[in-house]
């Protein structure tokens, strides 16, 4: 069954490189590995790299193997888009030129490159059946942590709190693997920070090797406060729209953002936030902030004032990236307002 797979079973520490890259160029593929719990009887699973600009959950898999990390239960471990990842320069490229970006490509029909390995990953995790599934990524820009996940319930919101404080509830739909409900099994993804940042490799570390070493995963042993965020939107680009991160708008293309926009991740932005510049008020037919069911909010967040693109609510933006290559592939920036804010009190249970 396991046909675009490299497989490794139980590795001992000696059989894995101390470099991640040199093992990274020894399996060389997408690779699935297998490590025996205490307790056989159950499986977890953990997906990264399906984004090869995505550092922080490969190289906490790397740590943790040599380490000779032992699992409370099987752990099934999914290394997604090593082939982009090792792309000269390395873990510069979110997918492999030309194909599909691996995230969104979770629905049929599985016909490309992509789709066969997405479709691939899902009849392991159907195969196994794990009691949770963590997807774990990196932002490109600079990020506080953060979980984002489909559904809100507790299952959801303690795998969550094993990394961060922070958990968005979206309702986008984009062929994403935390989309898949099918089979039926918490799934989250997790944003460990920016994939240049020792933090988010180190988040990354901790929390996986919490993920795999705890005996039950949806009891919590302290209470915790968790920010939870509802009804994200996405800020997108037309494809061929002249691009430029500055401190200045740049002459000729149609929107300059300011260089460190991606500051903004996470902080309470209010109404009147300079974000960047427009050419002129026509460039707005060619973006769009699309929200899960299909509309346009963009004036609901955002304004053009003379040229200036600035804030229009009081608003949370995350996953801002200051790579134009990314924010015209997949989108600039997500945004949630204020108002769809709640902290969220967990306690544990017999509290
Ligand atoms: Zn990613």
Redesign the pocket.
């Known amino acids: 069954m396991i046909e675009y797979f490299n497989h490794l079973e139980s590795p001992s520490s000696s059989e894995i490189p101390q470099d991640p890259l040199v093992w990274l160029e020894q399996l060389g593929g997408p690779t699935s590995i297998w490590l025996n719990g205490k307790d056989r009887s159950r499986t977890r699973a953990v997906v990264t790299l399906?984004?090869g600009n995505?550092p922080s959950g490969m190289l906490a898999v790397h740590r943790l193997i040599r380490e000779e990390v032992t699992p409370a239960t099987n752990v099934l471990i999914v290394l997604a888009s090593v082939e982009a990842a090792l792309l000269e320069p390395t873990f510069r490229y979110r997918s492999y030129p030309g194909e599909r970006d691996m995230?969104r490509s979770f629905n049929p029909p599985f016909s490309d490159s992509a789709g066969r390995i997405a479709q691939q990953l899902l009849r392991l995790l159907e195969r196994y059946q794990p009691e949770a599934v963590l997807d774990v990524?990196?932002t490109s820009g600079k990020s506080p942590s953060f979980a984002v996940s489909t559904e809100q319930s507790l299952p959801h919101e303690t795998l969550a709190a094993m990394f961060t404080e922070r958990l968005v509830i979206t309702e986008l739909r984009m062929g994403s693997l935390m989309e898949q409900t099918e089979p039926k099994m918490p799934v989250v993804t997790i944003e460990c920070g920016g994939a240049q940042e020792q933090a988010a490799h180190d988040l990354a570390y901790a929390g996986l090797k919490q993920f795999m070493e705890t005996q039950s995963l949806f009891e919590i042993e302290h209470g915790l406060d968790m920010d939870i965020y509802h009804d994200p939107v996405r800020l997108e680009l037309e494809q061929d729209l002249r691009l430029a991160f500055a401190p200045q708008p740049v002459l000729g293309v149609d929107i300059t953002m300011l260089d460190q926009v991606d500051q903004f991740n996470f902080t309470l932005v209010p109404p009147g936030t300079l974000l960047g510049w427009v050419k002129g008020p026509d460039v707005l037919e060619h973006l769009r902030v699309a929200d899960a069911r299909g509309n346009n909010r963009f004036e609901q967040f955002f304004e053009l004032c003379g040229n200036r693109l600035q804030t229009n609510a009081t608003q949370k933006l995350f996953m801002v990236t200051t790579r134009p290559d990314i924010a015209l592939s997949d989108c600039l920036l997500y945004s949630a307002v204020e108002s769809q804010h709640e902290r969220v009190h967990l306690e544990p249970l017999g509290d």
């Open positions: 399906l984004h995505e995230n990524h990196n």
